[in-house]
C-alpha cells in the first residue's frame, strides 16, 4: 500500500526550476530513498512532502492527507529529521525530549526513548557537548516521539566519521525494524545501498530512474566483467557464450573473461560445475551505483 502518493510535482524559485515533473509512490514499511547530488533538488522534495514548501504545482498524499491543507493533522502522524537540525548548546538531552513531546496530543513516553536510543546517560548532558554520532541518536529520538508511522530522515550522516555513520545506519535499521516507513535523503552511494528497499535518484530536479539498488546497477551500470583461469584444458567459449545475460566470452589460454549484465556470473558459475570444470583465481569486477549513475546522467557523480 502507498504511503506517500507524489504525482507531477513542480517547484521554482525566481523563474529558475527547481523541481521539473517529480513522480514517485512510497510503500508502507519500506526505507525509501532519494539520492542525488547537492543541489539536485532532493531537499525541495521532501521538504515539499513534509508541508514545509508549497509546490508550484502537483498533487502530494501523505497517509491520505494533503500536506498543505491538512498540516496539523500531517504534524501528528510524521517525524521529521531536517538536514540542518540544530538545537540550542545549552538545552540539556532530557529537556530537548520533554520539550518535542509536548508538540505532539499523543506522544510516547520520551524516557522511554532516552532508554531505547542509548541516550540515558546523556539526560543531563548539553546538547554543545554530544559528539556527532550522540546528535544523530537525539535527532532520531526527537523524530520518532510523536510515535509517527513515517519518519523522514534529512541528509542523516553528513559531518560523521565512518566508524559513526556505520553505527548511524544501524539507528535507521532499527527505525525500519519498528515498522515505521522511512524516507531518506542522502548524496552516499553507499548509503542508500546499505540501507534502503528502493530509490528515486534525481539529477537536476527530476527522477532520472526508481529502482531496487540492485535493479539500478542490473539496469544501467553497464556490463559486468567475470575472470578465471581454467585447470583444465578445454574451450568455455561455446558452453558460457549462449547463457543468459553473457554478452562476450573471451579466451587467452587458460584465462577467461566473460563479459555480461544481470545475475550472469551466478549462471554462469552453474554452468562450469555442472560441466565439472575446475577454475581457480576467479574475479567478478562488480559495478557500482555510481556506474548506474554515470550511466543515467551521462556524467560523474558530484556530490
Known amino acids: 500500500m502507498a504511503i506517500i502518493e507524489v504525482a507531477h510535482l513542480r517547484k521554482a524559485y525566481s523563474g529558475r526550476t527547481v523541481l521539473d515533473d517529480v513522480s514517485f509512490s512510497v510503500e508502507e514499511g519500506e526505507v525509501f530513498g532519494i539520492l542525488g547530488p547537492n543541489g539536485a533538488g532532493k531537499t525541495t522534495t521532501v521538504e515539499c512532502v513534509e508541508g514545509l514548501r508549497r509546490p508550484d504545482a502537483g498533487t502530494i498524499r501523505v497517509l491520505g492527507l494533503d500536506p498543505a ?43 522511554e526513548l532516552l532508554e531505547e536510543w542509548g541516550l540515558t546517560e546523556l539526560r543531563r548532558n548539553r546538547f554543545g557537548k554530544l559528539s556527532g554520532g550522540q546528535r544523530q541518536r537525539l535527532f532520531i529520538a526527537l523524530a520518532l516521539i510523536g510515535d509517527p508511522k513515517v519518519v523522514f530522515l534529512d541528509e542523516l550522516t553528513t559531518g560523521l566519521d565512518p566508524q559513526a555513520r556505520r553505527a548511524t545506519w544501524e539507528l535507521v535499521k532499527r527505525v525500519q525494524a519498528r515498522g515505521v516507513t522511512t524516507v531518506l535523503v542522502s548524496h552516499f552511494m553507499d548509503e542508500v545501498e546499505e540501507l534502503c528497499d528502493r530509490v528515486a535518484v534525481i539529477d537536476r530536479g527530476t527522477v532520472v530512474a526508481l529502482d531496487t539498488p540492485a535493479g539500478l546497477v542490473g539496469s544501467n551500470a553497464g ?46 558459475a552453474a554452468r562450469l560445475a555442472q560441466e565439472h570444470l575446475l577454475v581457480t583465481d576467479l574475479r567478478i569486477d562488480q559495478r557500482s551505483l555510481e556506474d548506474a549513475f554515470i550511466a543515467l546522467t551521462g556524467r560523474p557523480f558530484d556530490h
Do not use: I
Open 69 to 111: 491543507r491538512d498540516a496539523r493533522a500531517l504534524r501528528e502522524v510524521v517525524g521529521v529529521q531536517l538536514q540542518q537540525t540544530q538545537l540550542p548548546e545549552n538545552l540539556k538531552v532530557g529537556e530537548a525530549l520533554d520539550l518535542y513531546a509536548s508538540f505532539y496530543q499523543a506522544p510516547r513516553d520520551w524516557r
Open 223 to 268: 556490463p559486468q566483467q567475470m575472470r578465471f583461469t581454467l585447470l583444465v584444458d578445454t574451450d568455455p567459449v561455446p558452453l558460457l557464450a549462449a547463457l543468459p545475460g553473457v554478452t562476450a566470452v573471451d579466451r587467452d589460454g587458460a584465462h577467461v573473461t566473460v563479459h555480461g549484465t544481470g545475475d550472469f556470473a551466478t549462471t554462469v
